[in-house]
Each structure stands twice: as C-alpha cells, then as structure tokens.
C-alpha cells in the first residue's frame, strides 16, 4: 500500500493527522502480509500499528490479549470510532460469546479480542479457521516467554494454532521484552523471517527515583509525596491486595483514593477504572492487576511502595506516567525486607522438583481427571501445592491438561526446562535489587536491561543519580569538607588499581572511624558522579564462588585534584559526618577506638566472621549487606542467647533476626559450651 494510502487510512479512520516515531514503518511491513515483532515502550502506540494494518488489509483481525480489562479498553475504542470488535473471555456471559463467534462467521467484525485460554475450548480454533483472518496480533507477547516477567502458560500454546489460522501475517507486540525474551517470543511462535522493530526505551520525561526506607514510614512518605496538587493523578503500586486496601484507606482522607486488585467484583474493578479516567479519583492504590490497557495521559506520579519483581514489570508499571510528554515522576521504595517477601511467593510459585515428580509419576498415557489425582495425592500435595505443582508440570510439557480438567501424562524430559526457569526467575529478582541499590543512571540502566547498549550509555540527568538535588523523597546534600577529604584519601588510594571495597575501607577509612556504612554511601556518591564504578567480581575459593565487590577509578576520578571544585552529594541521614585524622595518618594502625576483646570474644568473632563470609557467598552479597563490622563484634561481646539479647544488639532488625537469628544464637551457644567445657 502506497503511503499516501496508510495516512488517509490513519486519518479518515483514526483521526490522527500523523503518524507517531516508527509507526508507519510498522504498519506497512503488516500491511505488505509480513510477520513482525513490535517491541516498543508503553505510551508509544503500539496499538496503532495492529489496528491500522488490520482495517488496511480488509475482514477480521484476531487480537490476543491476556487481560480483560486491555480488551474491554480497546474494543471500546474501536467501536467509539465506527468499528466493530468483539471480545469473548471468562467476564462475559455465555450468549454474548456466542453472538461474537455468529458475527465472527458472518463477516460482520472488524476484529475479535479473545482471551489464550479460548483456544483450548474444543472446537474452537477450528472455528476460527472457518474464515480467513486479515491479521493476528498476539498483544503483551512477552507472556510466551518463560524467560519474560509475566509468562502465561496458555500463551505458551499459541503457536501450535497458528498454522491453522495462517496466511494471515502475525505480529507480536510488547512494550517489555529483553533480548533473550524476543528470541523465545520467535521461536515459539514459529516466526522465522519477522520484520523486527525494536525502538524507543529511554523516556525522556519521567524522571527516576530510588529511596530506601523502612515499611511502616512508606505510607507517610507517599502521602506526603502526593500532597502537591501538580504530583497528581497518581498510580500507587502496593504488594498484596491487603496492603492495597489498607493504604488506598489512609490516603482517602486527603484526596480521592481507591483501591485496585483482582479480588475485587468486576464491576467494582471497572468502575475505579472508568472514575480514574474520567477525574473523578485522583489516585489508585493497586496490585499489578491494574495499568494494562489504561490509556491515561496525564499521571504525574508513579510510585511502587515494595520492590517489583522484575526490571520488566516493573519499567512496564513506571511507563503510565507521563504519556503526554509532561515532566512525570516515579519513587520506589525499598528495603531488605522486601526481598524475603519475594523469597517467600518464589518457594510458593516454584514448588520443589520432587513434588512435581510426585504428580508426574502417577501419570499415565490414559487422561485421568485432575480431582482424582489431586484426591491420591492429598496426603503429600494439598490445595495449592497440588494446583501449582500440576500446572508447572504442564507449562513444561510433563502433563497434558484438557479444557475439562482431564491430565495425560506428558514428555518425561521436562525438569531441565522447570529448573531454567525457576533459576531464571531468581536472577530476575537478582537484577531487581541490584538496580535498587545501584549508584548508577537509573534510565541508562533500564534502557540496557533491554538491549540498548549504545544509548544505554547516556545518562538521563534526571533521576535521583543524575541529579540529586532536585530528588524529592529523600534528601542529598553536598560532602562536607571532612567527606571531600576522604574522597581525595580513597582517589589515591585507587591510583594504583581497582580495590576491593572491603580493603579499601580498611586501609583509607577504618582507622579514622569512618563507619563502613558511611563508607558505602561516599563510594555511592563518587560512582554517581562518575568518579569511580562499582564492579562485581568473584573468586574460587575451596571450590565455592566468593562475591565482592571492587572499586575502579574513572578517568575523570583519575585527573580529580584536591583543589577541583567538583560538587559531589551524597544522602543526607541527619548526622554529622565523623571527624577525620590528617591523610598522612590514614595508613597508620591509629589508636584501639574500642577495648580489646577477650580471648573467647575475639574467637567466637572469628567464627562468626567466617559464617558470615559463608551467607554471603551463598547469596551473592558482599558480606557488610548480612551484618556490619560493629553488629558482628557487638554479638561477640553480647553472646546474645534469646531474640530479645539479639534485639538489643545494635544493627538487629526484624528482617535480619528473622533471617539469622537462629544461626548466630546457635554460634554463640555452641561457643559457650566449648569455652565451659
């Protein structure tokens, strides 16, 4: 089709006088019956280029979405402009399916939504392969991927219909796909020569922040983020619905709130969704259920309340913000507690390879009825554990599951694709806190998260790093005089190569009294001017992988001298940086700042130590992140034998007693008795 025909396509039809960045290249690829991957950011018009090829090439379009309230938003869209969709998924009745599949055989839709699950209904792909289709679009096609933030196991199924419904050109689309993501999105659907685009993942209006800060101070801190007229409308991630409930609750007091989760009635669901379009709710306190398919322009504000769970979700879930152009914000906030939190739904989500080896051994190539196996099992795998174990049996081929509920047994090499997945999943709440406690650009990073590399390396100048002075849920200030003089201790330092940071406190700061903590947020600072990098790196020791993490000079740290006026922040905590000893002192042992241990102390310190440098290898962390210095020669003194001892302990929160508590009370005990016999 000409160009002059795509834009009076997209003006008489849609009402745009142009076409967006990249649009009209895709829609003539589509429109030309070829295959296309389509990943682009959220905001950018990803819909446009399904829906203009789909009118241009003539009958119906099936679009394939994953969520109901996308469906319900488009096809209201489309209908609103003179054209007609319909939609078939679990929220409709059983005749307004059947009236959509009588106007699908008629010729009457211009495109039909339906829901993956559909096509395991029997009977009805053969339906759909009735008539032959203008287009297929498989909307959010990162959900075909197990390596994606958001698989669906029916998504997973989809390219097996394709054949059936084809020539009909395919197109997946995605505003969050990774490079691993779009190689499986392929394979799996099959695609073997798609035209790919993949644009556009730096927003240049929404400016990124990261703060840490403790559960019961978050609810205040939104409230008091979103005071400002100008912060709102706003979106509020919550991690549970519960949470949701109770924030939206808080903050009703003060502005119009709701709350947002999929154990609300569809029709409450839909009607916070239409209050929040219209103006008449100026903020949403949600799970993840809510923003697919919520096209409004001006949110100002986004703000997760816990970590996300992936880097995918959770650029997806910022990307709301800002649609307009206008200068938007996001906050997360975060803590180690979050990451139990994460743990915990992790160990529910990916059962045990023995308990899905349970289900897969009482398989049989005769189909048996899930209620019957579930009823044989009861005693090992009950409830959910029986409902999560069977269905990632199915998702990697090791049973077969009918609409009606009928299990056959599948392909036995199933565990190895089980546990890249699972493994998978871990490294994506790896990389989530990584970017949390990261002193990088907070743009540059997400946009080569994505593949990216060459403009990944620009920083935005926006975000808490680029500029944290103009940060508003926490504060910067700039070093003081005695931090400036550490700066310069640790630039010499690092003169003569890369150091880990465990070394370089203790040979620049430790004999000064500069804490390890004050230590780590200088090093943070430094990075986030671009005067050092902050690297991961590992080494064998006992044929176990230890974690660090080292420091490496930039050139720009490289050429700093003492009298540059280069202006550094660092996170002001309230408390006055520590007086330092001259430089020239810095290597000195410098006089005991504490008493001496005893002898049993100092041994059980030592225990203690190498138990810790144990934990943090197992969990890729640098050692100080499970207990600092001060915490651990504290508990060598204290011997603490009870939660309240360990309570006590200066540095032992809930999170970290909870976590090992009892490993260092065991310790201390075991020490005790040693030291009486």
Known sequence: MPPAQLI???????????????????????????????????????????????IARGGTALVISPLIALMEDQSAKLNALGLKAARIHSGLDRETSRLACREYLNGQLHFLFIAPERLRVPGFPEMLAKRRLSLIAIDEAHCISQWGHDFRPDYRLLGKYLPALRPAPVMALTATATPVVQKDILTQLGLDHPVRFIHGFRRHNLAIEVVEVSRPKRALLSLN?????????????APTRKESVWLAQELSANFSTAPYHAGLEPEHRGRVQREFLAGKLEVVVATIAFGMGIDKPDIRTVIHTALPSSLEGYYQEIGRAGRDGKPSRTILMHSYADRRTHDFFYERDYPPVDELDLIFNKLEARPRHRTELAEELKD???????????????THGGAFVDFDGNVARGDKIWRQSYISQANQRMAQLDRVLRYAESYQCR???????????????????QCDVCSPERAIAQKFRPLSSREREMMFAII???????????????????????SRDRFEELLGAMSGAGLLDLEEASFEKDGRSITYRKAVLTSEGAELRGSDTVTVFVR??????????????????????????????????????????????????PAFCIFSDRTLRAIAVERPRTEEDLRAIHGMGSAKIAKFGEAVRAICSEAMTQTQG
């Open 8 to 54: 009076e396509v997209l003006q008489h039809t849609f009402g745009f006088s142009a076409f967006r960045a990249n649009q009209e290249a895709v829609c003539r690829a589509a429109v030309e019956g070829s295959d296309v991957l389509l990943v682009m950011p959220t905001g950018a018009g990803k819909s446009l280029c399904y829906q203009l090829p789909a």
């Open 225 to 237: 983020l979103l005071k400002p007229q100008e912060r709102r409308p706003a979106i509020i991630y």
């Open 380 to 394: 090992k795998l009950y409830g959910e554990i029986f409902d999560t174990a069977l269905d990632k049996l199915m």
């Open 443 to 461: 743009m540059a990073q997400l946009v080569r998260h994505f593949g990216d590399d060459d403009d990944g390396r620009r920083a935005c100048g």
């Open 492 to 514: 010499d330092e690092l003169q003569t190569g890369p150091k880990s940071t465990g070394k370089l406190h203790q040979e620049v700061c430790q004999c000064n009294g500069f």
């Open 572 to 621: 002001d905590t309230g408390q006055e940086p520590v007086r330092l000893a001259a430089p020239k002192e810095r290597k000195r042992k410098g006089p005991e700042l504490e008493a001496p241990l005893s002898p049993e102390a100092a041994a059980l310190e030592e225990r203690l130590r190498a138990w810790r440098r144990e934990e943090a290898g197992k969990l890729g962390r």
